[in-house]
């Protein structure tokens, strides 16, 4: 079982700046995928980015040119940050870990963007 928590939200108003991390129990080298999706109220979870086994990173058109999904290798920890926040912004945040045979989700971390 892999086990990934993420930590590192909290309240910060429009046009600042969030790093978020998650930290994961396995390598990171041993993950199909590793990424952030988000769940606003009353909305679905989305896709933030995603970096895969080749290395690519893909980011949601709504987030490219803000965030910058990074990984530590060594210290088994991805982030993201985040700059030029929105209120559009304000959800709960999940670090997600694909590999062989396993889905892994943390328990959310709550970003609220303030006018």
């Known amino acids: 079982q892999v086990h990934v928590a993420e930590s590192g939200g909290g309240l910060v108003q429009a046009g600042g700046s969030l790093t978020l991390s998650c930290v994961t129990s396995?390598?990171?080298?041993?993950?199909?995928?590793l990424g952030w999706y988000r769940q606003a109220p009353g909305k679905e979870r989305e896709l933030v980015a995603q970096i895969t086994e080749d290395g690519i990173t893909n980011y949601a058109d709504f987030v490219k040119g803000r965030f910058t999904f990074s990984r530590d290798i060594f210290k088994n920890t991805a982030y993201l940050q985040m700059d030029s926040l929105e209120p559009e912004d304000t959800a709960v945040y999940y670090c997600?870990?694909?590999?062989?045979?396993?889905?892994?989700w943390g328990q959310g971390t709550q970003v609220t963007v303030s006018l």
């Open positions: 997600h870990a694909r590999g062989a045979g396993f889905h892994s």
């Open positions: 396995a390598s990171i080298f041993s993950f199909n995928a």
